[in-house]
């Protein structure tokens, strides 16, 4: 009888195992209903688990009769818990579990810089952006100027333009940095005189995002687009009052101090944004020349924000910038030119640029936008003796519409650019100032054939007041596939007037731009893969390989005439320039690596000979691995190897290893932070003499590589 209950004890206590179910499921995107692969299907309270396929479906087994809880969680997404009853009326038809994208602020990443303020998940146009907290972060790490950051993107070059002065150009796809347009809220002011000097001294603490375009953009803002553009984007009010203060000092005695405020009431607001930079001079390798110029930096930059309605925005801004900067010869840096040192160059630039930006949204059918703005750059110089002082005075004024219709999204407006250079007083110079406009209209239309496929066509036509009327159309198809997958490709035309300016400085031998010379032209295209998975369940990767080519055609070159005057002539050949663009970021809960590797074939090319193009590494490889605590810790490292660069002549360089490492300890109110650049102390220096001759008469190699060195700084933030 004993024996009889016990094996009915166990048959009893056996029921559940018999009892156990199956639960079939897909689990989708709620936003699009895409599969989600690598998602976690779990049974609550217990190690039953499993992760869904290629497909997004996924199959539990062993769950026991009754009341269960089913978790659905991934990277990226809110976790799901749903309540079932098991067995399931229909177990063999799939239960479909929607997650909800968990960040919402990165899916709604609004571009400026194509006029149609779309999502960057949806733009026909290949965008990289530097968002808000890549901002925030380089606010602390190098607070001085955006160049570090802009400098880590592999397909962008920073080039010293200069070995003694400091200042920087862009240089993007292998072109030269003249085919790059910089802007600063969607205004293009920064060209002629003014060039690119002081637009990279922009701290980060003043910018929400910077928006890279890479490729032909001129059909969007005219000529000087060839290579791609980038867009500096301020900073607007938040709901919620802020102050940000930081300040920075580093091994090569550099000091920052900046501060940012913004408040914001119902129908106005205001940010307000003031810096201060200071840089002794620096003799890095002992040769008697400074590497770094003596610096004194100011900038000043308030904005007003009124919403008048729902659908009326007026912005007004005005930002102001004055640097002073002296360098050359060390002791004549310090104690002024005399007979035994005579090289010395000083500067002073002031630049001031007042802006306006009105919108208004009609029937949320027109979205109406009036923006202009004026701009005056004055630049003193004496170089060894040479004196100048000019003025430049720029205005920009563009009316745009953008309209939806059904299908399609539609820009359509005009602009029009003056552009005027007088010299305040000069020595001897075979060159006078100018002025000139370009008048243009545009339009665009974005059709969105199908749900995921779309294409953009536009068209743009400019009249310049000196070389006539330019029409410039341009192409792009967009594919978003239902998971993982997106392709674009592009294709545009643009042109570039020549300029002085582009090339040197001015000097005693610069003459006037001789009638006979002919605007650059240009065709070019893009095409990029877009791949986002998540692995596990637990890791994101992505992977973006892009592709592009630009074709110019009568490029301008500076040349020497038989009396000695600089003067710019037409070369005898065309640049040709291909390449691709490979990375690859994987991020596992605070860990994040990224890959980058850049091969750019940049030629200028006749029937005679092909010379690579000068400062364009063929080869440029990059890693960067960060690991955060949230509100505690973040640290990284980043590598990068610039490969196969040519100078004039074709002359091929050395590579160039580059390393840096920083560590920031955040507190309630801030944070510190420990910067070193260039671990390495890798310098053109080690590897050559940077100039020839005697120091009263240097005559300078092309500047190829780091000439600063290590440097280590120390940063401080405050939140108030």
């Excluded at 659905?72 to 799939?94: H, K, N, Q, W």
């Excluded at 920052?256 to 002794?280: D, V």
Aim: aromatic share 10%; glycine share 8%; charged share 20%.
């Amino acid at each position: 009888m004993k024996r009889f209950a016990a094996i009915l004890l166990l048959l009893t206590a056996g029921l559940p195992v018999f009892a156990q179910h199956t639960f079939h499921c897909v689990v989708r995107d709620s936003s699009n209903h895409s599969a989600l692969p690598g998602a976690t299907v779990a049974l609550s309270g217990t190690p039953n688990g499993t992760a869904a396929g290629s497909d997004g479906s996924g199959t539990l087994h062993h769950i026991p009769a009754g009341t269960q809880t089913i978790v659905c969680s991934m990277i990226g997404y809110e976790t799901l818990r749903r309540t079932f009853v098991f067995p399931l009326a229909d177990s063999a038809t799939p239960v479909v579990l929607f997650l909800k994208p968990e960040d919402l602020e990165l899916d709604e990443v609004v571009i400026a810089s194509t006029r149609t303020n779309s999502r960057i998940d949806d733009l026909n146009t290949k965008v990289e952006v530097l968002g808000q907290d890549d901002m925030d972060e380089e606010s602390t790490v190098v607070p001085g100027s955006v160049t570090s950051i802009l400098g880590d993107l592999s397909v962008i070059t920073i080039q010293r333009t200069s070995p003694v002065n400091g200042n920087d150009a862009i240089r993007m796809q292998g072109l030269d940095a003249r085919y790059t347009q910089l802007m600063r809220d969607g205004l293009p002011l920064y060209g002629g005189f003014s060039g690119s000097l002081g637009v990279l001294a922009i701290p980060p603490l003043d910018l929400k995002q910077v928006e890279i375009i890479k490729g032909s953009a001129s059909t969007l803002y005219g000529g000087g687009a060839i290579g791609g553009l980038i867009n500096f984007i301020s900073k607007t009010p938040s709901d919620t009052a802020q102050t940000v203060l930081t300040a920075n000092a580093t091994t090569l005695r550099e000091y920052n101090l900046n501060a940012f405020t913004s408040k914001k009431n119902r129908n106005c607001g205001l940010t307000l944004f003031g810096g201060a930079n200071i840089k002794n001079a620096a003799d890095i390798n002992g040769d008697g020349i400074t590497e770094v110029p003596e610096d004194q930096n100011f900038s000043l930059h308030p904005r007003l924000f009124f919403d008048f309605s729902k659908s009326q925005k007026l912005v007004i801004g005005f930002t102001t910038a004055y640097d002073n900067r002296k360098a050359g010869d060390k002791q004549a840096v310090l104690t002024g030119a005399d007979s035994a040192h005579p090289f010395l160059e000083s500067e002073r630039t002031f630049r001031n640029t007042a802006d306006i930006t009105y919108t208004v949204n009609v029937h949320d059918v027109h979205l109406l936008t009036f923006k202009t703005a004026g701009t005056s750059f004055r630049r003193s110089l004496n170089h060894s003796g040479f004196l100048f002082d000019g003025t430049q005075q720029a205005t920009y004024s563009e009316f745009n519409d953008y309209v939806t219709a059904g299908k399609h999204h539609l820009v359509f407006g005009g602009n029009f650019i003056s552009d005027a250079f007088r010299i305040n007083s000069s020595d001897t110079i075979a060159f006078s100032g100018y002025t000139r406009s370009t008048a243009g209209v545009f339009v665009q239309d974005e059709w969105q054939v199908a749900p995921r496929f779309s294409v953009q066509g536009g068209m743009r036509a400019d009249n310049h007041s000196r070389y006539g009327l330019f029409l410039l159309p341009r192409i792009s198809l967009f594919y978003k596939a239902p998971e993982h997958w997106s392709v674009r490709m592009a294709g545009g035309s643009g042109y570039k007037v020549p300029d002085l300016f582009d090339f040197t400085a001015p000097n005693a031998a610069l003459a006037a731009i001789p009638e006979t010379v002919r605007p650059e032209k240009s065709y070019g295209s893009n095409a990029d893969l877009n791949y986002h998975t998540t692995l596990a369940g637990k890791i994101s990767l992505q992977v973006n390989q892009a592709f592009y080519y630009t074709h110019i055609s009568n490029p301008v070159i500076l040349a020497e005439n038989s009396i000695g005057q600089q003067l710019l002539q037409n070369g005898n050949y065309r640049v040709n320039s291909y390449g691709s663009d490979t990375y690859i970021r994987l991020t596992y809960e605070e860990v994040e690596l990224y890959a980058g590797y850049n091969h750019t074939e940049s030629r200028l090319e006749n029937s005679v000979a092909v010379f690579n193009m000068p400062f364009n590494p063929k080869d440029k490889f990059s890693t960067t691995l960060a690991y955060e605590i949230e509100k505690q810790w973040r640290m990284g490292v980043e590598s990068s190897l610039t490969a196969n660069q040519y100078i004039a002549n074709n002359e091929r360089v050395h590579n160039l290893w580059f390393m840096a490492a920083m560590i920031e300890r955040k507190f309630r109110a801030g944070s510190i932070v420990l910067n070193c650049e260039n671990l390495l102390n890798t310098t053109q220096s080690g590897y050559e003499a940077l100039f020839t001759g005697s120091i009263t008469a240097p005559v300078f190699r092309p500047v190829w590589g780091p000439l600063e060195g290590r440097v280590v700084n120390l940063s401080l933030k405050f939140a108030l």
